[in-house]
């Protein structure tokens, strides 16, 4: 597996992991409604692009192929982190996160903030998050529970 920084030519790969990361295996903590919502928004192109192209967005390749994404902006709040159900469970995922948490720590932040849905809520608590609050947002007239979360990081002191 190898990690690397996001690419402008790396959009419909990505839009492709972010729409079956959500269809697939959001699938039983959603309704089918919510679900196209959700996975919508990377039909929009530009507003796709602009948004991976903010803060640190790393992108991991299993055998070729992208395989999940995750982005940092701004330095202290956890964004985008999504793989694809193909290689869901093999540590992409959890190697992004712990380079955007070694970012975070780099540029002076004290905490790491997310907002996470059902099925994210679970990987956050084990990568040492807690819970701070149910939320509701609403999208195209649709209600969606999410997870505003929260993890203390280490500050390492400068040499």
Aim: aromatic share 10%; with cysteine.
């Amino acid at each position: 597996m190898i990690i690397r920084d996001y690419q402008p030519t790396d959009r419909a790969a990505l839009a492709e992991v972010f729409r079956d990361a959500i269809r697939q295996t959001a699938a039983g903590c959603y309704s089918a409604e919510q679900l196209a919502v959700w996975s919508s928004f990377a039909d929009d192109s530009e507003q796709f692009q602009h948004r991976l192209s903010l803060g640190i967005t790393r992108v991991a390749i299993v055998q070729q192929q992208i395989a999940a994404f995750g982005q940092l902006h701004p330095s202290n709040h956890l964004d985008l982190l999504y793989a694809h159900s193909s290689f869901a469970r093999q540590g992409c995922a959890t190697l992004i996160y712990q380079q955007l948490e070694a970012e975070a720590i780099a540029q002076g932040a004290e905490t790491l903030q997310t907002e996470a849905s059902h099925i994210a809520k679970h990987f956050f608590l084990k990568m040492g998050f807690e819970v701070l609050e149910l939320e509701t947002v609403e999208r195209e007239g649709l209600q969606f529970e999410r997870f505003r979360m929260q993890k203390m990081l280490t500050i390492l002191p400068k040499s």
